[in-house]
Structure formats: structure tokens, C-alpha cells
């Protein structure tokens, strides 16, 4: 490296491209199961909401890729009977989100293709996973 700016420059391409071969893997092993990335982060969420219904908004502030749209990902996944969505009983404007039973039986199966693609990252040790995890949440800060 010649200079701060070229070293920095490094890694933020460096980043990129790990984003881009991680999110391949991600695709090719949600393929299958005709999820996307951003449906399986839904389908988190909602069960992590243990048995409470969310609004579209919730999901905005809590996907990871905030691009998302959220209205046509829950018109698929309804589609699909993974989520139900019900008329807000306390504000008439608002729809809630639920998943369903299939929703979850789906999320408990990728979740275990998930995990062992999760395994790749045991590439490096805990104090390295600690500390690149560390640093990626000091860049986002």
C-alpha cells in the first residue's frame, strides 16, 4: 500500500467483495426453499416476536437490508402462507403481520442450511470473529 488512502480504499473493496461471495452462498442455499434474504429476515423476526403480531413498520426498523420493500415481500410471503396479515384491532390504518405455522415450519428448515453455512466463518478463531465483529459495528456507527 502506498498510503492511508490506498490501505482504506482496500477495505472497502475487501468489504464489498466479502458481502457479495457471502450473499452468493446465502442465495444458493435459500434457493430451494424459494425464500429470499430478506424473507428469511423477516420470517426471524416474526418469530422472534413470539406469537405478537408486528406492523409493516416494525419490520422496516428491524430488516438488515433496509432497501427492502417491505409491502411486496409480505404480499409474497402471504402468497406463500407463511404470514398472515389481519387488521390492526387498536388503529384501523395499520395491518398486522403474523407468521403462521407454515412460516415457521420453513424458517426451522433453512435455519438448519443456515447454520451450516454459518460454519465457513469458523475459518477463523473466536477472538478473530470477536474482533472483526467489533470492528464491522464501529464502521456502521
Given at each position: 500500500m502506498n498510503n492511508k488512502k490506498d490501505l482504506y480504499q482496500n477495505v472497502a473493496v475487501e468489504l464489498l467483495t466479502t458481502q457479495s461471495w457471502?450473499?452468493?452462498?446465502?442465495?444458493?442455499?435459500?434457493?430451494?426453499?424459494?425464500?429470499?434474504?430478506?424473507?428469511?429476515?423477516?420470517?426471524?423476526?416474526?418469530?422472534?416476536?413470539?406469537?405478537?403480531?408486528?406492523?409493516?413498520?416494525?419490520?422496516?426498523?428491524?430488516?438488515i437490508d433496509k432497501g427492502s420493500n417491505i409491502t411486496r415481500l409480505i404480499d409474497k410471503m402471504e402468497i406463500k402462507k407463511w404470514v398472515t396479515r389481519s387488521l390492526c384491532e387498536t388503529n384501523r390504518r395499520q395491518m398486522d403481520i403474523d407468521i403462521t405455522e407454515e412460516g415457521i415450519?420453513?424458517?426451522?428448515?433453512?435455519?438448519?442450511?443456515?447454520?451450516?453455512?454459518?460454519?465457513?466463518?469458523?475459518?477463523?478463531?473466536?477472538?478473530?470473529?470477536?474482533?472483526?465483529?467489533k470492528i464491522l459495528i464501529k464502521i456502521r456507527s
Open positions: 457471502y450473499m452468493h452462498q446465502l442465495k444458493t442455499v435459500l434457493k430451494p426453499y424459494d425464500i429470499s434474504p430478506a424473507q428469511y429476515n423477516i420470517l426471524r423476526i416474526l418469530n422472534g416476536a413470539k406469537n405478537r403480531p408486528v406492523s409493516a413498520s416494525y419490520l422496516k426498523d428491524r430488516v415450519n420453513v424458517l426451522l428448515e433453512v435455519t438448519k442450511e443456515i447454520n451450516e453455512l454459518i460454519k465457513i466463518l469458523y475459518s477463523i478463531t473466536e477472538d478473530e470473529a470477536k474482533v472483526v465483529s
